[in-house]
């Protein structure tokens, strides 16, 4: 975007209100499907709302990532050299 001329955005989900969404390789601006977004309060507990529902358009479509980032932010094993979910769950 106009705000991070050098920065570079790939397989992003952009929703929600962004104007000026960058453009960049495999960015969707589609609804993410989130279970319950919104829902999140204190502790890690409360963020389930922030999973993916069956049928995301981010199931899949994030960047494949290198050996050594091998799990999500719930601890799922997320496998080197397959596209992950873009977002904080691997759903596959």
């Known amino acids: 975007?106009?705000?991070?001329p050098k920065t570079v955005f790939e397989h992003?989900?952009?929703f929600g209100g962004i104007k000026d969404?960058?453009?960049g390789k495999g960015n969707l601006t589609a609804d993410p499907m989130l279970t319950?977004?919104?829902t999140g309060?204190?502790?890690?507990g409360s963020l389930k709302g922030y999973r993916l529902k069956a049928g995301s358009p981010c199931i899949g479509a994030g960047k494949a990532v290198a050996p050594g980032a091998v799990a999500?932010?719930?601890?799922?094993t997320v496998k080197a050299g397959k596209a992950p979910s873009i977002g904080a769950?691997?759903?596959?």
């Open 1 to 4: 975007g106009e705000n991070f």
């Open 12 to 14: 992003n989900a952009f």
């Open 21 to 23: 969404v960058p453009a």
């Open 36 to 38: 319950a977004p919104g």
């Open 41 to 44: 309060k204190d502790g890690l």
């Open 72 to 76: 999500d932010f719930w601890g799922k």
């Open 89 to 92: 769950e691997h759903s596959r």
